[in-house]
Nanobody, 122 residues
């Protein structure tokens, strides 16, 4: 069973920066897609940034140029550096780890962290 733990988050003023970290363990398969999602009250969970099992990096349009995902698949860690934060970035941020089947290219496991709150307010 894949176990995911986030750390970081907190409160910051608009224009400030925060860094989220995530560690995961228990993966069995070599191919993993890892990423960060966020959810605000009353809104669905949305993808923020991910690095796929094919080594592609994707960002939501709302964070491009401000957020950077970094991944170390040897150490099973990832981070999200968030700069130029805006009030609309306030949300609970979740780390996600998906193991991908090499034969079907589909997820065979999907694990989430407990979430960490990010609040951007003056």
């Amino acid at each position: 069973q894949v176990h995911v733990v986030e750390s970081g988050g907190g409160s910051v003023q608009p224009g400030g920066s925060l860094r989220l970290s995530c560690e995961y363990s228990g993966t069995v398969w070599n191919l993993v897609t890892v990423g960060w999602y966020r959810q605000s009250p009353g809104k669905p969970r949305e993808l923020v940034a991910e690095k796929t099992h094919t080594e592609m990096t994707n960002y939501s349009d709302s964070v491009k140029g401000r957020f950077t995902i970094s991944v170390n698949k040897v150490k099973n860690t990832l981070a999200l550096q968030m700069n130029s934060l805006k009030p609309e970035d306030s949300a609970v941020y979740y780390c996600n780890v998906k193991e991908i089947s090499g034969s079907t290219d589909r997820p065979i496991s999907d694990a989430w962290g407990q979430g960490t709150q990010v609040t951007v307010s003056s």
